[in-house]
């Protein structure tokens, strides 16, 4: 019992020192927590903030007082009295060293916005750091897997950086399990299972690695199919319209035409995840074969189109006539389960007070 | 015989603590490699994603994926062996199948070729032949030992004959007349601190994992010997096992730890049998299991053999190892005394340290502080290879002089050479040469010059040696360990072996040198461990006592 209570107890305020700042921090909070909430810029390419610290890429790394090497802020935790520089001379050139080594060992730094969400971190921060210097030529990693047949994801991993967000995405968020990471060394890879195809895995093709990638190593392919279109993308929050969770999205259009999905980070339901359909079945939106009128099936058997108002009360009349013939049991409501509580709420008041049955069902129940 | 199927190997082990080991090298000893069918079974058996287990399978030199797999020969190229025609050696025999190993751990003897199981030294193809581990010649200078005190006693490596030349005496002494933590007291007073390399007190780990809330607690021992140049723990394991058995018994004593494992390296298969038949033994006549004496204790003690990774010598790493995971280090805090196995408290202890714990409690911290010369506590196993007539272990005390080691004790360079060049730590503390040479072992006077002496690997190199190429061929094999999580590893060991190779280097000298000196600097800083940290330490000696071999090297590509 005594435990249970001491979980209610509020969390410890602390102090640090920050860049010569006191601050306060909850105890618990790591280094890098604390330095992001000031807004100091440590930059990072491995951090995820959904997903545990893993501390890979080093470039967080801040000195602390009376600690001989600099360390990782993302993983190390804050303590009571400690005195922490996130940007020294030291620091900052050391971040310099390594963002030229990631350079030297990729095909290429800029790759397309459309790539994905975080698809310009690397670029921004070799950008930053003017890293662009050529220096430390050698071997280029990363094995690519560009000839994987599935319509969603590029791997391009001659831009991978092994920072392993995509395999902890895909297991700490998505639960697939579906990615690893194979070898050791320069010649680490991402693979599927037994690095086969992404579809002889269990990847469900929710694209939360391609969004999480710094690189674009991870591509989003439906979205990168207007790479060359003209035009700045925009991006356009909206909700997703299949199924009633209600993932936040924004979606990336070029001029009138919606080219990509891509989650809303900090959408309340989704926190930047998706399903397959949310994140890559937006094709339907624009297809010449979608109905833009409604069609009424005339006397000739033949579908025509007609105007809303003829065709609502073409079909009230429809009911109203199967009600005298049958009885008002004889008509059923089915709430889609894309439709949120209050669109099925109103369905069932509509089913109740119009038609007098009680013959609802949702089809989220099947 | 039929062979086992894949069940019934499952089945052997799953319900032992860290069963992932030992299934795959059932498997892995059935079929000479690891199948996608073995895989797949094992990833359902134990519920590890076939993807992350693929992934650790592929992180391990040793495990084949592919025939002839583990029948065909693994040929040292190590340091050592390759100044003894390693290379050579793999040529001869690529037609069978051979492909090079890292550093196989017996640099005092000729060149090892693990076939299968059987370990094989010889130079060529036609004298290669079984030999076992060799035991260490009496102490050159007449001081007394600890470890080494009692090696040489005939049938040490038995039951009947450790009891016989004095073993097991300090278990019984602690058990009926000390406590847990006056034991723990008298290893702290003896000063006795981590002879793997980090050099940690031992008293004050045990004390820490003792203190620790949590069960079952465990004692793991570090016998992963990965550090190239370094061999003193084989000759411990192969010809007086008992003594690091019985320093496990009184660790698990002392912290209250009912649980042990050896993790050993895949490339000792003798030393896994050996220590199979002790455990075996030790358990039959209620030295281990439930217990212990008669007087209560328990201590069930387990060998784990890994698979061919330097870094699994990490002990966040070798954790990761035992528990079926991909072996990434851990990172600290929190440290292996409060979440080590399973994340219960753990202690892991070298097996130099774990073997030196029954002559220290036999014969008391104080004996064993004044073992060392000076202010120095106790004595260090050393392993000696390279350019110099009698290569082999060697303890000494603390504060020796590597002069009188190199030049008296171990009969100085070959013939017509003088001494150019030794390393310390095996690899990781980098060289020392020139007036440095006249160090004394003991951390107080290297690490002042920018090396330590780690496990106590000395590999020395006289004069004949071209000493960018054994640089490279240290950078080489860091590279080829760097377990790939931090990219200042990951990358830097990659750029600065090319850079001693002449490929995609600037050939330019002052360019040469900042960047290697600004990768190194880099590596140092923000490494994630002790891997990256320490494999500058090779560049740097390099620089610093050959800057004109480095020349040379850069006008000649």
Not at chain 2, 76 to 96: F, H, M, P, R
Not at chain 2, 259 to 272: K, S, V
Request: with cysteine; aromatic share 8%; net charge negative.
């Amino acid at each position: 019992m005594t435990e249970f209570r001491e979980d209610l107890n509020p969390p410890k305020v602390c102090n640090m020192t920050l860049d010569g700042d006191p601050v306060e921090f909850t105890e618990g909070e790591t280094i890098y927590e604390v330095a992001d909430r000031h807004r100091r810029e440590v930059p990072t390419l491995c951090y995820d903030k959904r997903l545990e610290a893993f501390g890979a890429c080093r470039l967080c790394v801040v000195e602390v007082e009376g600690v001989r090497n600099p360390v990782a802020s993302c993983t190390t935790k804050a303590t009571e009295g400690m005195v922490v520089k996130t940007r020294t001379e030291v620091i900052e050139k050391h971040r310099k060293t390594l963002l030229e080594l990631v350079v030297s060992e990729n095909k290429s730094v800029d790759v397309d916005e459309l790539s994905g969400y975080a698809s310009q971190e690397f670029a921004n921060l070799v950008n930053k750091y003017r890293a662009r210097t050529g220096r430390f030529t050698g071997k280029k990693s990363g094995t690519s897997n560009t000839q994987d047949k599935n319509p969603f994801i590029l791997r391009d991993y001659d831009n991978c950086i092994s920072c392993y967000r995509c395999v902890r995405v895909c297991a700490e968020q998505e639960g697939d399990y579906a990615i690893n990471v194979m070898n050791r060394g320069f010649h680490t890879q991402i693979i599927a299972e037994f690095n086969k195809d992404l579809r002889d895995s269990n990847c469900t093709f929710c694209g939360q690695c391609v969004q999480t990638c710094p690189t674009g190593a991870l591509g989003d392919k439906k979205a990168l199919r207007d790479a060359d279109t003209e035009g700045e993308v925009k991006k356009t929050r909206s909700i997703c319209p299949y199924c009633g969770v209600g993932c936040s999205v924004d979606l990336l259009s070029k001029g009138d035409k919606i080219v990509g999905v891509q989650p809303a980070m900090d959408g309340p339901a989704n926190e930047g995840a998706l399903c397959v359909k949310g994140q890559f079945a937006f094709d339907f939106i624009q297809n010449a074969d979608r109905l833009s009128k409604p069609l009424i099936r005339r006397e000739d058997g033949e579908l025509h189109e007609c105007e809303w108002d003829e065709a609502l009360d073409f079909a009230a009349a429809g009911f109203q006539k199967v009600r005298d013939k049958f009885g008002r049991h004889s008509i059923y409501g089915i709430a889609s389960g894309r439709a949120p509580h209050e669109a099925a709420y109103t369905m069932q008041k509509y089913m109740r007070a119009s038609f007098g049955t009680n013959y609802i069902d949702n089809c989220s129940r099947a | 015989m039929a062979k086992a199927t894949n069940k019934e190997i499952i089945e052997r082990w799953i319900d032992e603590p860290a069963p992932l080991l030992p299934i795959l090298h059932a498997l892995h000893n059935r079929d000479a490699y690891l199948s996608e069918e073995s895989i797949t079974a094992v990833s359902e058996a134990l519920k590890i994603p076939i993807a992350e287990l693929w992934g650790t399978v592929t992180f391990y030199h040793h495990f084949s994926r592919e025939a002839p797999g583990k029948t065909a020969p693994r040929v040292c190229t190590g340091n050592i062996c390759c100044l003894n025609g390693g290379k050579e050696l793999l040529d001869s025999l690529k037609s069978e199948g051979a492909t090079p190993m890292p550093c196989s751990g017996r640099c005092d003897d000729m060149i090892p070729v693990i076939i299968d199981d059987k370990v094989l030294v010889g130079t060529s193809k036609e004298t290669l032949k079984h030999r076992g581990t060799p035991m260490p010649v009496p102490n050159p200078g007449g001081f007394e030992e600890c470890v080494f005190a009692s090696i040489r006693e005939p049938g040490r490596a038995t039951l009947e004959g450790y009891q016989r030349t004095g073993g097991y005496a300090a278990l019984r002494k602690a058990v009926t007349t000390m406590t847990p933590e006056s034991v723990i007291e008298e290893i702290s007073k003896s000063k006795l601190a981590g002879r793997g390399g980090a050099g940690f007190p031992t008293g004050m780990k045990w004390k820490a994992v003792a203190d620790a809330p949590g069960n079952p607690k465990c004692i793991v021992c570090n016998a992963d010997e990965g550090e190239p140049g370094c061999f003193k723990d084989r000759a411990i394991m192969d010809h007086d096992p008992f003594a690091m058995i019985e320093g496990m018994t009184l660790a698990a004593f002392a912290t209250g730890a009912p649980l042990g494992f050896i993790y050993l390296r895949y490339e000792y298969p003798e030393t896994e049998a050996i220590l199979e038949n002790a455990i075996e033994d030790a358990r039959a006549s209620g030295l281990l299991g439930e217990n212990i004496l008669g007087l209560g204790l328990t201590f069930n003690l387990y060998v784990r053999r890994g698979a061919g990774a330097y870094i699994c010598g990490e002990e966040g790493s070798l954790l990761n190892s035992l528990e079926g995971k991909h072996p990434f280090p851990r990172n600290k805090p929190p440290f292996p005394v409060t979440h080590g196995f399973n994340d219960k408290p753990t202690a892991v202890n070298n097996v130099e340290t774990l073997a030196s714990v029954p002559h220290i409690i036999e014969n008391g911290a104080e004996w064993y502080r004044g073992l060392g010369l000076g202010d120095h506590p106790g004595t260090k196993l050393i392993s000696l290879s390279g350019d110099i007539q009698r290569p082999g272990n060697y303890e000494i005390p603390f504060g020796f002089s590597l002069q009188t080691l190199l030049n008296e004790w171990a009969g100085g360079p070959k013939d017509g050479r003088t001494i150019q060049a030794v390393t310390m730590a095996g690899l990781s503390g980098g060289f020392l040469a020139g007036d440095d040479l006249d160090v004394t072992l003991d951390d107080a006077c290297i690490k002042p010059r920018g090396s330590f002496l780690g496990a106590g690997g000395i590999m020395v190199f006289d004069d004949s040696r071209d000493m960018v190429e054994i640089a490279h061929g240290a950078m080489e094999f860091f590279a080829h360990e760097s377990c790939g999580k931090c990219f200042p590893c990951r990358i830097g060991t990659q750029r600065i072996t090319e850079r001693l190779d002449g490929s995609d280097s600037p050939l330019e000298l002052n360019e040469w040198l900042t960047e290697v000196r600004d990768i190194g600097s880099t590596m140092k800083a923000t490494s994630a461990c002790g891997l990256g940290m320490a494999a500058p330490n090779v560049t740097d000696s390099l620089m610093k006592y050959f800057p004109e071999q480095v020349e040379t090297y850069l006008t000649d590509k």
